[in-house]
């Protein structure tokens, strides 16, 4: 009898590889026919968590360049796309391209502003898709308004960064917001854009949570079924708050065994239907203090698929074995 391969015994249906989740590029494939490249841009924002509208100092693991370190600040969005491309082209093929506006609060101006930079981008070549970065406490409903407009033009992603659905963990990091203020643009979105997809960002290892709050947060989350969920290790980032910690011996990154341990069941427990955008982050190596194995990234994410097969498991296999009205994953196929 002919022994079967990994991606022939894998159970699992949103998939065609080894992966036992259900990951963000199965999902562009199956939406835009191949490969995609997302593009990181800077559209000169500012963040209400920096500028003293909702704190100062900003979250206490962020960089001076607000998550876009991969960006070409000052540039106009026409040439940092120009150039990004030009850079992602060595490696990939980018007839598809996603812009994504990355660095800091990307709904945090003016309207004018916001419409203005948005149909700029929307006049980009190539652009399947668009991403859009930004907080729960920046999603007035004259901003969902002009989300909803925009959807209707384009694929249109807003990325929440939630991070933890502890406030006390909020208030421990200087989110600047509670878990209420994410609900309550969760659900603005939800009911005023429709045609807007929502991606959640949760970290784990944040100071001060353990395996069973880590995973709280993402099965409340999963309980809303937004459209995608970013996983982020933390990060210690040189010239931050959580440096100071890490150096005063106040802070410890989560081990990679631990890490992935945890992040398996995290998305065991989340619907299938759900992608899983990221499992680990990309920190600039110059920037990076520890855990340094993430710069091994594909190790890690090895690492991640190897415990899924150890385990036998899946995304959502915990959540059909204890809920009986969900026993059979296959009737939720599209």
Known sequence: MKKLTEPERNPFPYTDSNKRYHTYNYYLRRRYGGKCVKIPLDGGFSCPNIDGWAGVGGCIYCSARGSGDFTFPGLPVAEQFRLQRERMGKKWETARCIPYLQSNTNTYAPIERLRSLYREVLS?????AFHIATRADCLPEEVVALLAEISEKIDLTVELGLQSVSDATAKRINRGHTYADFLSAFGRLRASAPRVRIAVHLIDGLPGEDRAAMIHSAVTV???????????LLDVLRRTELHRLYEAGEYLP??????TEILVSQIERLDPRIVISRVTGDAPPAELVAPQYTLKKFTLMNAIDKE??????YQGKFLFETNKNMSDISTLID
């Open 254 to 259: 989560l081990e990679k065994e631990v890490y």
């Open 222 to 232: 999963g309980k809303l079924m937004p459209d995608e969920i970013k996983f982020h």
């Open 124 to 128: 980009l070549p190539d652009c399947v």
């Open 308 to 313: 899924f097969v150890r385990r036998d498991t």
